[in-house]
């Protein structure tokens, strides 16, 4: 059975005995090594850091053992920094590099229509989808979209801003991915060609890090990119997007909790030899406090969680409005 639910109190003393007590690192090996296989899989897409916690398919004490032993193999922060190393030492760049290259195509391939995905591919490509779902149901209860400025930060092959700017908003979308940014174009253009009624505002799509935007617009969404940013940094992230936004700032991102983060740190352990970028887990307080300090209240939250994505969502409103 997937490990689907937090770990029981009896469970999580095995953990911290395991540990604790090094003779129990043999076992856990033992056990994780049969789980190998079954983890190959999850490797494949497990690499350059999403916002999904993968984790093999074990179960009862494999599944401790499974997580006891994420915490004493490998080196996940030494092969992170050689990585980023081998970047130029910019980590911003290395998850640049990332998503114009290798991660362009396996990612360009999730988030499309594609037959030739595993079923764990798939299930990233609908809890993404269901995250996008819920940020077009949450504007659309606001009185849609149409005539409405949206910046989508982070854009990726387009999920959010393609359907917003059919629906009629004035979408500036950009993404750290020229590769990215360039997908996302063709793609609107594709929807056009198969008759989509085009927009009164043509969508724009250029490359750009969320750091160098500049701009104002009613909406600013950032989906599933906070990820790549550490605490220390996503505050002054969150403060630099809400000076974009007029009225509301709509934020996913992965959430840390016990659980999760044991479930994120079998996934390094299991990252496979191309993970390039870090995968950063955030508390909800502290991402609430952050959009408080900006001046936002937080007005709306959800969270869709699948086998292998798990996303937390948070709708913020600008207080007093602008």
């Known amino acids: 059975m997937l490990l689907a639910q937090p ?36 490797a494949e897409v497990a690499d350059g850091g999403s916002p999904l916690l993968s984790f093999a398919t074990v179960g009862g004490a494999g599944a401790v053992a499974a997580i006891s032993a994420a915490f004493v193999l490998g080196d996940p922060a030494k092969r992170r920094a050689e990585q980023t190393k081998a970047a130029g030492g910019n980590e911003k760049a290395a ?13 360009s391939k999730i988030y499309s229509e594609s037959d030739e995905v595993s079923k764990v591919q798939k299930d990233i490509r609908d809890g993404h989808a269901q995250t996008v779902d819920k940020v077009l149901a949450l504007l659309d209860s606001s009185g849609g979209v149409k005539g409405i400025s949206i910046c989508d930060a982070g854009c990726g092959t387009g999920s959010l801003a393609i359907p917003l700017a059919l629906r009629g908003a004035a979408v500036s979308a950009s993404d750290i991915s020229q590769a990215m940014a360039g997908e996302s174009r063709s793609r609107y253009e594709a929807e056009l060609a198969k008759g989509a009624a085009a927009p009164s505002t043509a969508p724009t799509f250029e490359a750009s890090d969320l750091e160098s935007l500049k701009g104002q617009w009613d909406t600013v969404a950032c989906l599933d990119v906070l990820i790549h940013y550490d605490q220390n940094n996503v505050d002054g992230m969150i403060r630099h997007l809400a000076s974009l936004a007029d009225k509301q700032l709509i934020l996913s991102f992965a959430p840390k909790t016990l659980y999760y983060s044991a479930l994120k740190r079998v996934g390094e352990l299991f990252g496979g030899k191309n993970k390039a970028t870090r995968a950063y887990l955030h508390a909800e307080a502290d991402i609430e406090a952050a959009l408080n300090k900006a001046g936002f209240d937080v007005v709306h939250k959800d969270l869709t969680a699948t086998s292998f994505y798990f996303s937390r969502l948070f709708q913020a409103k600008r207080k007093g409005g602008r």
């Open 7 to 42: 770990l029981a109190g009896a469970q999580a003393a095995d953990l911290r005995d395991s540990v604790q007590h090094p003779s129990a690192n043999t076992a856990a090996r033992t056990a994780v090594s049969s789980q190998l296989r079954a983890s190959t899989e999850v």
């Open 95 to 107: 998850v640049q590099s990332y998503f114009n290259t290798q991660g362009f195509e396996r990612w």
